[in-house]
């Protein structure tokens, strides 16, 4: 039986969701390729191949929905939720690379997405997956979504209260720490960068 108890991060990856804009498409695209053909079926339904990844990401409107990603110390994107809106409700869909599992990144992703729904003042989240993604399911069901199963897939949904000042805040807040983590990071990765020159 596969044990999905989330484990304290890794001291070397803070687990920082940061917002993606449209000019992070190729980095998201890298790690959609990074995945192997089951993990991209259980994130889209099918194995999709590199050229229908690189139509899904070019179709994602960076204004209307949001992509909430973790990153390495290297700016590797290892984690990725895509909030998807419909109308009134946002849908999730999150990868995670294998190397990068049963370190709660998921969970933390799952956690910013449903603060920005709320935020954005969206009453409703769901996701819709294949029933053997275990992995997804506990997750939905950590959060308090209402799972339900038709045949194959299985669909997972939770309302949200309004947006509070609180929330509001948190989220501020949540948004200047992964600004300074990922500075953090840009800054660490050029000096490096410079020492394989200069050194």
């Given at each position: ?47 999709l191949g590199d050229a229908a990844l690189e139509a899904y990401v070019q179709r994602i409107d ?138």
């Amino acid at each position: 039986m596969t044990n999905f108890t989330r484990k304290p991060a890794a001291p070397h990856l803070p687990v920082v969701p940061v917002r993606l804009a449209a000019a992070d498409r190729a980095a998201l695209l890298e790690h959609f390729k990074a995945l192997d053909a089951e993990d991209r079926r259980l994130r889209f339904g099918l194995p999709l191949g590199d050229a229908a990844l690189e139509a899904y990401v070019q179709r994602i409107d960076f204004e209307g929905d949001d992509v909430l990603v973790v990153h390495d110390e290297g700016l590797r994107i290892v984690a990725a939720i895509h909030v998807a809106r419909a109308g009134s409700a946002a849908e999730l869909g999150l990868s995670v690379l294998p190397g990068h599992r049963a370190e709660g990144v998921g969970s933390a992703l799952f956690e910013r997405a449903v603060m920005r729904i709320r935020n954005r003042g969206l009453g409703s989240v769901y996701i819709h997956c294949l029933v053997e993604n275990a992995a997804m399911m506990h997750i939905a069901r950590k959060l308090g979504m209402r799972v339900v199963r038709e045949g194959a897939e299985t669909d997972a949904y939770l309302a949200l209260p309004p947006a509070t000042a609180q929330t509001r805040w948190d989220e501020w807040v949540r948004d200047q720490q992964a600004n300074a983590v990922k500075a953090i990071r840009q800054q660490a990765r050029l000096s490096r960068a410079l020492m394989g020159i200069f050194g």
